[in-house]
């Protein structure tokens, strides 16, 4: 934990007056109205069964939540299901087989859409071909894939077959790879052989040969996309192409019903330590809840929506929203595969377009990157479609926000800022459009079911008007069911906080306003939010110690104008080596400045390019306290260009202007 305070600088949101209420013909029409919330604050568990009940369920839950062996929750408990099941056949059992499931727009220009009829095929095959591959009910299944129909078709097999999809993003390293085969025990590993990004190929294959060539795995094969169209190596006892494999399998498949509590998935994301933490999610309530959010915070009409969420089905946005959400909501969506800047910055306007997309979800990052390369470029494609605009992954200031309000959604589109984690599963907080006065920056209140509050120190909630700590008060049915193989760290991390009251502590900081509407401030650990990825700076410090040349390194993450945070290293290097011959803390020596490059390369090999610091600062001291810790607070102030806080309780405080003088010359990297 920092000594951060997470409302620095943040106070002047709540001097917001500016209020969007939904216009009188939106709210008539949509899916979910005011009297929502006080139905589900009636009777939570009464609400959470009646969203269950959207999806089909083979045998009925005898309890709807067991919370006896909490922190461990157990929803739906009895009850069976098929989660692919929900998401395909069903729609085409109900006679919308014809009905576009997913278009897929590749980089280049090429695209593909597939029916729910076509797609119930292709996850037969693939749960046929996972099958014949040795893979059985709670076997983990890597999946590193660019954004494609096979993605989600390999992530729909694995729920279909019981077994443990474990999706690693495509920007990730060939460690991060090994990493995360090895922890969940992998024992196969979908992948491609290349992707497009920013209008090249990227290879794939090879990271995964790499990561798997450090030590010895359990990974018995390597299923191959042809996607790139690169040369890759091949092991011919191990490596199967994708088309070989799925193209012997019969389309129609016989799927199981499972328990709700199945583990359906795990996605690694960063927290406070070096390690990553594989976040456990199981079937039934994730489902649930996946379903029920995305159809009211979107106020989904499946028969006429076109949806599309940018992200990629690396994050836990990309399983919730592309795949489980969306698909069991029998919904036509939109995916694809590359930069908003490929091959022109119109790309996505152009593709909203095309497809006439009614709904949008995306981050605010990519808003303030539309908006830095000016409103002209939307204003050049017909947006008319567009009906709610989404908003995920970090705070969004209220620049972006009336900006994206205007310019993309034509002053009539609800705007939902939805806050949650990968923990959570699902959306928590988010505005219903068809009801909420919606505020520039706030994400407004919990969904109905779902129970937030914003808290002291003590666990006592804050009244309107202050800030604290955002906890989650009772059990939601996508929460996380533990860390894969750690149920202490999962206790400790979230649970003992606020042991006492049993809330859930989220690791960010809110301040309630004078209408008790919530207001996101960002975290209050040691994670980062880079352009919505969350890194921890231990990891990243980790990452840089690992190099000979680093003896000690400390990060934080400064706020910057497009990224949100970005990351900025400081670093002391082992005697003997060179740092730069002015010794003030500057990369501008040819030496220091080829150090730098190389550092940035490193972590980008030990982690992924999301990793890359924006800047590393070659100093000779950091600000510790007396105890020895790293007073990132203080670092933070140099980084943001701030005069230094109180440096009383540094061991020696002549250190922060030794850093800040280095700094002052130094410049920023590219
Ligand atoms: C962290 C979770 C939720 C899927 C993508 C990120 C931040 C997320 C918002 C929002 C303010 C937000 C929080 C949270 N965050 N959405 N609407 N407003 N902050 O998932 O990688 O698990 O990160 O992202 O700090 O704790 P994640």
């Known amino acids: 934990m920092t000594e951060r305070t997470p409302a620095e600088g943040l106070s002047n949101l709540l001097t917001e007056q500016r209020r969007f209420a939904p216009s009188a013909e939106f709210a008539a029409a949509a899916n979910y109205h005011a009297d929502a919330y006080a139905a589900a604050a009636a009777d939570r568990l009464g609400f959470w069964a009646r969203q269950a009940r959207r999806l089909d369920w083979e045998t009925e839950w005898s309890e709807v939540l067991d919370w006896s062996q909490a922190p461990f929750a157990k929803w739906f408990v009895g009850g069976t299901l098929n989660a692919a099941v929900n998401c395909v056949d069903r729609h085409v059992l109900a006679g919308r087989g014809e009905k576009v499931a997913i278009h897929f727009e590749g980089e280049p220009g090429d695209s593909r859409s597939v029916t729910y009829a076509e797609l119930a095929q292709l996850v037969a095959q693939a749960a046929h071909a996972l099958t014949s591959l040795g893979v059985a009910p709670g076997d983990r299944v890597a999946i590193y894939l660019p954004m494609s129909i096979e993605a989600v078709v390999s992530m729909l097999a694995c729920a279909r077959v019981g077994a443990i999809h474990s999706v690693i993003f495509g920007g990730f390293s060939a460690q991060a790879i090994y990493d995360r085969v090895i922890d969940a025990d992998a024992s196969l590993v979908i992948t491609a052989d290349g992707g497009y990004r920013r209008g090249k190929v990227f290879a794939l294959k090879p990271i995964v040969d790499e990561a798997l060539a450090k030590s010895a795995t359990n990974v018995a094969h390597v299923l191959v996309v042809k996607r790139g169209g690169n040369e890759i190596a091949w092991q011919d006892s191990r490596d199967l192409w994708w088309s070989d494999v799925m193209d012997q399998q019969p389309t129609v498949h016989q799927a199981q019903a499972f328990d709700a509590e199945t583990p359906l998935f795990i996605l690694y994301t960063s927290g406070t330590t070096g390690k990553p933490k594989g976040i456990l999610h199981t079937t039934g309530g994730y489902l649930t809840q996946a379903a029920y959010t995305h159809n009211a915070a979107f106020d989904l009409k499946p028969e006429t929506d076109v949806y599309w969420c940018t992200a990629d089905i690396g994050w836990v946005t990309g399983h919730s929203y592309i795949v489980y959400g969306p698909l069991a909501n029998g919904a036509t969506q939109v995916i694809y595969e590359g930069t908003p800047d490929t091959p022109h910055q119109g790309r996505f306007w152009e593709i909203v377009e095309k497809y006439r997309v009614s709904l949008l979800y995306t981050a605010p990052t990519t808003i303030r990157t539309f908006m830095k390369w000016g409103e002209d470029i939307p204003a050049r494609y017909d947006l008319s479609s567009l009906r709610v605009l989404g908003s995920v992954g970090e705070p969004i200031n209220p620049e972006a926000w009336m900006w994206y309000r205007r310019v993309i959604g034509g002053e009539r589109c609800p705007i939902v800022d939805t806050w949650w984690q990968t923990e959570t599963g699902a959306m928590m907080?988010?505005?219903?459009?068809?009801?909420s006065a919606t505020k520039p920056g706030s994400a407004t209140r919990a969904l109905p079911g779902v129970s937030a509050d914003v808290v002291d120190e003590n666990g006592q909630s804050v009244p309107n008007g202050a800030g604290g700590l955002l906890v989650l008060t009772e059990p939601w049915p996508a929460m996380l069911r533990g860390l894969w193989r750690d149920?202490?760290?999962?206790?400790?991390?979230?649970?003992?906080?606020?042991?006492?009251?049993?809330?859930?502590?989220?690791?960010?900081?809110?301040?309630?306003?004078?209408?008790?509407?919530?207001?996101?401030?960002?975290?209050?650990?040691?994670?980062?939010?880079?352009?919505?990825h969350r890194i921890s700076t231990t990891e990243v410090e980790s990452a840089l110690v690992s190099h000979p040349s680093v003896a000690e390194a400390a990060v934080v993450g400064a706020n910057d104008p497009t990224t949100g945070q970005a990351i900025v290293a400081f670093v002391i290097v082992r005697g003997g080596v060179h740092a730069n011959s002015a010794g003030d803390g500057s990369a501008d020596s040819e030496s220091g400045a080829a150090l730098v490059a190389e550092l940035r390369n490193h972590v980008a090999i030990q982690i992924g390019a999301i990793a890359k610091p924006r800047q590393i600062m070659i100093v000779t001291e950091l600000p510790k306290t007396?105890?020895?810790?790293?007073?990132?607070?203080?670092?933070?102030?140099?980084?943001?260009?701030r005069a230094v806080g109180d440096v009383t309780t540094l061991a020696d405080s002549s250190v922060m202007d030794l850093i800040a003088q280095g700094l002052a010359t130094a410049k920023p990297e590219d």
């Open 429 to 435: 907080i988010s505005p219903l459009p068809g009801v």
């Open 487 to 532: 149920e202490e760290r999962f206790r400790e991390t979230y649970w003992s906080r606020f042991a006492q009251q049993g809330f859930y502590f989220a690791g960010d900081g809110a301040k309630k306003d004078d209408d008790g509407d919530l207001w996101l401030l960002g975290r209050v650990d040691d994670v980062m939010n880079v352009s919505g």
């Open 626 to 641: 007396r105890s020895g810790k790293i007073m990132r607070r203080l670092l933070r102030d140099v980084a943001e260009d």
